[in-house]
């Protein structure tokens, strides 16, 4: 019989601890997000994949087809082309693609700009089934984005 008290005494405190902790959270601030409907802001210093940056006021890419990032890269994952318009003074970059597959997130492309036309995304949601969904074309990308 005692035996008996003595688990109907457990089981109630249990019972009465765990409520208390429920109750303690329950008042305290929500720190948990809907994923993948709300997302976290990254730090400053995160490094996402590289993107291109478009020039404030006409959305152009601001690189001018210097290639000193893909020169700079030690991993090869930058190609790019660009042409000359007719009469125009300078490149305009027509391809910019990215092998996110081969990125080690060094940072050298990045230095070597110095038009600073590239930098490091907040994009951390990255899921693809196949090797060239990590194949990016940062030209359409910043389109895109633009859009
Ligand atoms: S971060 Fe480094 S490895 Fe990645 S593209 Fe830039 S230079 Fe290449
Ligand atoms: S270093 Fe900058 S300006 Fe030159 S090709 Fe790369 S992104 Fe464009």
Known sequence: MSGYFCELYSGTKSLFVGLGITFRYMLKPVVTLQYPHESLPMSARFRGHIELIGDEETGAPKCVVCGMCQKGCPS?????????????????????????????????????????????????NLAGPRKEAYIFDLLKRLEEKGR
């Open 76 to 124: 090869n994952c930058i190609s790019l082309a660009g042409e000359k318009p007719e009469g125009g003074k300078g490149k305009v970059l027509t391809s910019y693609i990215l092998d996110f597959t081969k990125c080690s997130l060094c940072g050298q492309c990045v230095e070597s700009c110095k038009f600073g036309a590239i930098r490091f995304s907040k994009d951390y």
